[in-house]
């Protein structure tokens, strides 16, 4: 009995494949993301979100442990523009957006804050 030389090709090429990274294994490469803040005005209450794509987070401690879980070299793009309402979370305390921004480098990631104009 012979065997198919094609079957032959294919033994040899298994244990490359298995040598190969998995693409699914790759982290995901750095991008730029942009961040807004939205309110959320429900009545007399006002409610703040942050917004980045289609995801949104309703506190700072939210959106940092999303935050932490980008590759490093990620940018984190944010204008929130000049007009406040008042209590909007980060822009309301100096302190808050330095722990913020200590945070991000910590983890790897570019901030960068647009200013108004």
Known sequence: MKTPRR?????FLAPLNALAPSRA??????STLNLQ???????????YVFVIGQSGFTSVESLKAYLGTLPKGTEVRWA???ERLGREPLL????DMKDFEA???RKG???TL???G
């Not at 309301?92 to 302190?95: F, H």
Request: hydrophobic content about 45%; aromatic content about 14%; overall charge positive.
């Open 109 to 111: 990631i570019k901030f």
């Open 25 to 30: 294994a790759q982290p995901p490469a750095p």
């Open 37 to 47: 803040l939205v309110y959320v005005n429900e009545g007399t209450e006002m409610r």
């Open 92 to 95: 309301s305390s100096e302190r």
């Open 80 to 82: 929130p523009g000049c």
């Open 7 to 11: 079957f032959l090709f294919l033994l």
């Open 103 to 105: 945070f991000l480098k």
């Open 114 to 116: 647009v200013p108004a």
